[in-house]
């Protein structure tokens, strides 16, 4: 569902790594916030994990292994 609702541009970066922008509505159209992972699906989920939440988040230990 929030992958419908941001819809993040997809493209490949740099370095083998996949980005995924956020676009603010203002004329300039620059990037609002910025993904980065290994997969699409990853870098979508970071950007909007850094829209809702911020740059920091605390992740359970459970998650981390």
Do not use: F
Not at 22 to 32: G, H, Y
Request: hydrophobic share 35%; charged share 30%; glycine share 8%.
């Amino acid at each position: 569902p929030r992958l419908d609702k941001y819809r993040p541009d997809l493209m490949a970066g740099r370095n083998d790594d996949l980005v995924a922008y956020l676009n603010n509505d203002a004329p300039s159209q620059e990037p609002l916030i910025e993904g980065r992972g290994v997969t699409y699906l990853v870098a979508a989920c970071r950007s909007i994990v850094a829209y809702e939440l911020g740059d920091t988040v605390d992740v359970p230990k459970e998650l981390l292994g």
